[in-house]
């Protein structure tokens, strides 16, 4: 009798692995929330994504049930974005990629956090899935000191841009060749990003 409860229970925890406090399931991904020293008022959400037999931990500034419900068009007519033979999955074909706003309209720190959701999942960086050199620049120069500017017409097989802007609401979508980030707030636009 002993024997069969220790097997049950070992069949059940096996079934059902036992989550953290800080853990919940989210669309088949284990998610878990995290807070950092330098925002403590903060809770970040981590994804877990398992890609091959590589395992990618994205960090989110937002619980990703509080963002399901934005528009994103979709990507399938893109120069540098490619719907990839797996469902829902695409290939990044473009040797870099430049994140962009136009710096007379808008400003702050909300749109570098914007941008780093971005970046953090598509750049070279460890957490980046597909490793593509991403960087910032601006839509047009404030001063002679703007070395990089990017708009939504240097978008191309080889370059992809990433607009980011401010709009009537939550949404992410595509203009000819380059995809438009677009938030009714700055907080709705990290929103959007992530």
């Known amino acids: 009798m002993l024997f069969i409860l220790l097997i ?18 989210y669309n088949g991904f284990v998610v878990s929330k995290f807070r950092i020293r330098s925002a403590p008022e903060i ?51 473009a040797r870099e990629v430049y ?9 702050g720190g909300d749109l570098g956090i914007a941008g780093g959701e971005i970046a953090k999942v598509i750049g070279s960086s460890s957490t980046g ?21 990017k708009t939504c017409d240097d978008a191309n097989s080889e370059t992809g841009i990433i607009l980011l802007t401010l709009g009537d609401e939550n949404k992410v979508n595509v203009e000819e060749d380059c995809i438009v980030i677009e938030g009714n707030s700055y907080d709705g636009l990290i929103k959007s990003a992530d």
């Open 8 to 25: 049950g229970t070992l069949s059940i925890i096996l079934i059902n692995p036992v989550k953290k406090p800080n853990q919940y399931d």
């Open 43 to 93: 809770i970040f959400h981590n994804i877990d994504l398992s890609v091959g037999n590589h395992l990618y931990s994205i960090p989110l500034r937002n619980d990703p049930r509080s963002i399901e419900n934005i528009v994103v068009e979709d990507f399938d007519e893109m120069a540098w974005l490619k719907k990839s033979s797996e469902a829902a999955n695409y290939n990044i074909l």
């Open 99 to 107: 994140i962009t706003f136009d710096p007379i309209k808008y400003s």
């Open 129 to 149: 899935m597909y490793k593509i050199p991403t960087g910032g620049a601006f839509t047009k120069s404030l001063d002679e000191s703007a070395k990089i500017i």
